[in-house]
């Protein structure tokens, strides 16, 4: 196995309108994005969607969104073993509302309950290169760190709870979004040329990994050996913001897979998100890995597996 992702299993409705719906007004539209969600989740799919070889570990409900969502993986082959089916339990469900106009997507997630899955990782045949934590499953997610100590870890960090708290320590790339940094920072909107210094300041007590914060249309801030620094997104017409944080950890965990050094895959990430908040949908805005490289050469000039640095 070359990742494993653990983390939150969703199942999404996504609404695509033509601004924010009023209350209390009747709309109708020509069709629901019925598809599988979740920030490890989405990663995985995108890393299976690349040929990566990948496990998703986490939890499912015995009903027809579980159903979707496994027959889902087994399209691009990823390995289901670890997802475990809970008898009378609900798969978690995601109402998406997204305004084309923007892109902005705001979400209503029905979770699942608190308590740990059992996995037993020691019956796992292959020893994972990395492990991808969204901070979901923190029973399952500390139980793969003992069980493969030597896996470089990855946390998609998307907001302040104990998990994404318990598994900063333990990351060696902690790339949060905006939001967590929000909260964990307690301020109230980030100012890249104010803000930045304290940000990494705080973050830095938090986790000794290398460090990222994702600002949405933004771009990210990230550190350097001269200290943090801003990237620009790439520019687009977004009409779907679904799921870009979560398909940029799915590129960036990638990238980490091919050797590609740290600035490098940052970019690489910000594009193929740039990419995918172009067209509707979460999973369904994934592109391909070819349609990626191609416009990483057009855009900067240098083909990326030329600058890659081969990986453990
Ligand atoms: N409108 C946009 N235009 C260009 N790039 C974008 C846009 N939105 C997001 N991105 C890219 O995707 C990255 C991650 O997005 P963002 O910071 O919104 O993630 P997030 O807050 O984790 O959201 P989520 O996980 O809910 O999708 C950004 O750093 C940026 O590179
Ligand atoms: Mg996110």
Not at 233 to 250: E, K, L, M, N, R
Request: with cysteine.
């Amino acid at each position: 196995m070359s990742v494993l992702s653990i983390g939150q299993i969703v199942y999404d409705l996504i609404v695509e309108l033509d601004g924010f719906p009023f209350e209390n007004r009747k709309y109708s539209v020509d069709h629901f994005i019925e598809t599988g969600g979740g920030p490890a989740s989405n990663a995985a799919f995108l890393l299976a969607k690349w040929g990566t070889n990948t496990s998703l570990c986490g939890r499912v409900g015995h009903d027809l969104y579980g159903d979707r969502i496994l027959s889902e993986f087994h399209a691009v082959k990823a390995d289901t073993s670890l997802i475990k089916a809970i008898n009378g339990a609900e798969t978690s469900l995601s109402l998406v509302l997204v305004n084309k106009k923007n892109g902005s997507r705001t979400i209503i997630n029905r979770k699942n309950k608190d308590s740990d899955i059992n996995v037993d990782f020691d019956s796992v045949q292959n020893y994972p290169k990395i492990i991808l934590f969204d901070g979901h499953e923190l029973g399952a997610s500390l139980a793969a760190k003992l069980a493969f100590p030597d896996a470089v870890t990855v946390l998609d960090a998307g907001s302040v709870r104990i998990g994404t708290l318990e598994l900063a320590p333990l990351s060696d790339y902690f790339i949060c979004s905006e939001k967590f940094a929000l909260e964990y920072c307690n301020i109230e909107n980030l100012d890249i040329s104010k803000d930045t210094h304290k940000v990494f300041h705080k973050l830095k007590g938090l986790t000794s990994g290398k460090i990222a914060v994702t600002l949405g249309e933004r771009g990210l801030i990230y550190e350097t050996e001269e200290g943090a620094v801003h990237m620009s997104a790439f520019s687009t017409d977004a009409v779907d913001t679904t799921g870009a944080g979560d398909i940029f950890h799915g590129a960036f965990t990638y990238g980490l897979l091919q050797g590609f050094p740290f600035e490098e895959n940052l970019k690489f990430a910000s594009l193929t998100s740039a990419i995918s908040v172009e067209k509707p949908g979460g999973r369904s805005s994934i592109p391909e890995l070819s349609e990626v490289i191609k416009k990483f050469k057009k855009l900067t000039g240098s083909d990326i597996f030329e600058v890659s640095i081969p990986f453990i």
